[in-house]
């Protein structure tokens, strides 16, 4: 926890009636991952929402309310500290940390004596992001057992969240805070019964109202505490759901995926509860529910803080500052910052925009053509804040890369410019963003060549974007046409110059198609731009064990776990080696510890495996290759060799699927000759 001057926040004003400030209450901070401010009934949404309206209903409903952050991990982390993202330094899902020196709501909380926990719904929260501090529980989703569709294990369904989160209320004996975080109507949109029904031709309202139904036990067990809870309920972002063109979220700053719901409510212990609440329309923040909590709670709060306390909003200004970073931090284009000022609010890009939310609260309108003296004063404002551009990207471990993408979020960085013109303002590239994101639900549905035209237009449509280029290649290496994959990435560094990203996945294809020479050529220059780029000495380690030459592989390896001991999957490429090398007792100890760093390691189990039957274990054999296959049904060596032996040891009823597996879905230009052995045997 941060050192800081410490203030004891007193408040001066009776309040809204019917908060008590007592010590010995509880607080449960409830956070809806890409729920609009329209989206809950009482809100006049669409959608049944009777557990959040009966809250709204006891308590206080704000309906002028604003994140600062479009996407999932930045705008928690605001929640938590108080803070701008540009002060607390997380500006997009990959490749950023909340750092230890920052101060979280829930070590002000444990500091005070309550016990604390967390249990969230998705992987862009994963405690490896830092939101953890504080927390004596933090449920998340890494420790869940892998189901066989790819990268499932990135969420689970709120009834999940909520069972964990009530089991642990259940047993807390003194004052608690807990955070419980639900992913549920993020897309894709897949409500389960009977809500699917329900909602057939609205999905993603079909999400909203399961989330409400399955928040209902977690706000029962709050009003029947002994001891009065105060809640908020609020979300990290909307949805564009078309909107200006956006789909989901995370490229543009409107209303419909900046304005978030926001309820305060007291309930359970002897509160008397209000049966038709209070509806407030001053501007209010996320930056404020810290300040609120500390002010019920009697909590020591650091100074410089910008947010104040809900229980005293009137009509003092709260001017909000907001941003969107990742189509700046991912894809190259323009970064968006902006700021709200009453109604009105200024959008910083080369296309300035101007908006009066009281008589356009759906941004049809542009006024910053036509009132240019009020948008010097906003972009002066703005600028006052030295609201700086992101710092340097932490590198993402491949897997954390593959499931954020599974989600939707992107991972990786492109170049930053000097200057961004009107061709990089995101207003002029959404047709950009509507053609990616067909590309994965193209993918995701296994239509391969439509995915690849997807990706094909984007790259004639915007020749710069890395990403398009990574995406292409991958889709086609994943597909057989390594060459293709090859090509294409030689075209990305053709078209851009140097980018490390694209390097090192041309130097990984072209190890693994033998050309272990440009490989290594290659990724040694990147390795000597990049020292510490784990994905590119790994990537090295490979070539170089392609080569033949495994001492030298074993010492990129070596390094890297030098650095980093729980990299997974530096220990399975060393595991690798040792194999190489007939060190089966270092194989087995480098395949044990990554399993140990990474449960969910594919690879591990598949080199366990071969280790176990060069040992003479064939069964055991046969069991970690099956565990390989369950968790990665891509790792064709594993399916392989456990099809493979399976046949050998007579057990032909269990060798077929595998066999037929293998030889439907493993792509030709690496495995050709064993489809071919595992096709005879078919026939």
Known sequence: MALAAWIWLRSQSPGIPGFTREAGQNFLIVTIDT???????????????????????????????????????????????????????????????????????????????????????????????????????????????????????SERRAEEVVARARQWVEQQQGAWLAWVHVFDPHSSYDPPAPFDSRYREDPYAGEVAYVDYALGPLLDLARQSSRPTTIVVTADHGEGLGDHGEATHGIFAYESTLRVPLILAQVGGGVSTRTDGVVSDVPVRHIDILPTISDLAGLALPGGLQGRTLLTAGDEPRPSYFEAMTAMLKRGWAPLRGVIDGREKYIDLPIEELYD???????????????????????????????????????????????????????????????????????????????????????RARQVPQAIEAYRQVIARRPDMGLAYRRLAFIQWENGATSDAIATLRQALEKNGPDIEIEVRLGTYLAETGAAGESISILERVVKADPGNAEALNALGIAYARAGRAPDARAVFERILKSNPRD?????????????????????????????????????????????????QPDAAIEYWRRAVELDRTNYDALFNLATELVNAGRMSEARPYVDQFVRTAPRALYGREIDRLAGLLR
């Open 357 to 443: 939310l009281e008589a356009d609260p759906r941004e049809a309108q542009n006024l910053a053509r036509g009132t240019d003296g009020r948008v010097r004063e906003l972009a002066a404002r703005l600028e006052s804040l030295n609201a700086r551009l992101p710092g340097e990207q932490t590198e993402e471990t491949r897997e954390a890369r593959a499931r954020l993408e599974s989600l939707g979020y992107l991972s990786g960085s492109a170049p930053r410019k000097a200057q961004y013109r009107e061709q990089d303002d995101p207003k002029r590239l959404i047709d950009v963003d509507r053609l990616m994101i067909r590309g994965i639900e193209l993918h």
């Open 35 to 153: 729920l609009r401010e329209d989206g809950l009934g009482i809100y006049g949404g669409r959608v049944a929402t009777p557990n959040l309206d009966a809250l709204a209903r006891d308590g206080i409903r704000f309906t002028f309310a604003h994140a600062h952050a479009v996407v999932t991990l930045p705008s928690h982390a605001s929640i938590m500290t108080g803070r701008y993202p540009y002060q607390h330094g997380v500006r997009d899902n990959a490749g950023f940390r909340l750092d230890d020196s920052e101060v979280t709501l829930a070590e002000l909380a444990k500091d005070k004596g309550f016990a604390t926990g967390a249990f969230v719904g998705a992987f862009p929260v994963d405690r490896r992001f830092g939101l953890a501090q504080g927390f004596d529980v933090y449920d998340d989703v890494g420790g869940r057992d892998v189901v066989q569709d790819d990268f499932a294990f």
């Open 568 to 616: 997974a999957y530096a220990s399975e490429n060393l595991g690798t080696i040792y194999l190489q090398l007939d060190d089966l007792s270092g194989a087995r100890d480098a395949f044990t510890r990554a399993a140990a760093n990474d449960p969910r390691s594919s690879r591990a189990q598949a080199g366990l495996g071969v280790v176990a039957l060069q040992t003479g």
